[in-house]
């Protein structure tokens, strides 16, 4: 993968104070939310240590965390907004047929017929199930539902992904209007 920006994945954002001894709200993204805590040392988007946690326990949404050197409520929510990251070396390589969603950021997104519909911009999921941002080469980003029926094939050793987007999403929104003078 190279640049080191794709070797971190993105875990976890930290969240209010909670209580008045240093504890936060950590709204994680990963499977286990407790998983959180085995990874102890948490790091910046740039790769510089954030935070470390000292003791965890699950809550709605995540986690609740102390975290050392973080004593009192000022401090805790200091950290509100903070994004956390682990490196991809501590995770498990993924089985056969099977990927981390960050592996889809970057990747081509085209057509069966092959026409390029832009590339993966982000991997996002706003309550409703995992969205893809597709970057075309010109104009406005657009979302793409991360389903069997929109994204067909995942190709990662090819640097690609099959779509079939909605014909909504395909439609020039220009076609058949006239010029207004």
């Known amino acids: 993968m190279g640049d080191e920006k794709h070797n971190l994945i993105f875990v976890a954002q930290v969240g209010a104070a909670h209580g008045v001894r240093g504890e936060v709200k950590v709204t994680t993204f990963t499977a286990d939310p ?11 988007q740039d790769g510089s240590p954030a935070l470390t946690i000292a003791s965890a326990r699950p809550a709605k949404g995540g986690l609740v965390a102390r975290l050392k ?12 907004g903070l994004k956390l990251y682990i490196s991809r070396d501590s995770l498990p390589e993924p089985e056969e047929d099977e990927f981390y969603l960050a592996d ?3 990747l081509s997104v085209e057509t069966a017929e092959g026409e390029l519909l832009g590339k993966v911009k982000t991997v996002q999921d706003f309550g409703a199930g995992d969205l893809l941002e597709i970057q075309p080469r010109a104009g406005a980003t657009w979302w793409l539902p991360f389903t069997r029926e929109a994204v067909p094939q995942v190709l990662i050793a090819q640097g690609k992904l ?9 439609a020039d929104p220009n076609e058949g209007r006239e010029e207004e003078d």
């Not at 998983?35 to 102890?40: P, W």
């Not at 099959?162 to 395909?170: D, K, L, R, T, V």
């Open 104 to 106: 889809l950021i970057g």
């Open 34 to 44: 407790m998983a959180l805590a085995a990874y102890k040392t948490l790091m910046r």
């Open 162 to 170: 099959i779509a079939a987007p909605p014909a909504s999403i395909e």
């Open 69 to 80: 050197g973080v004593d009192d409520r000022n401090a805790a929510e200091a950290l509100r």
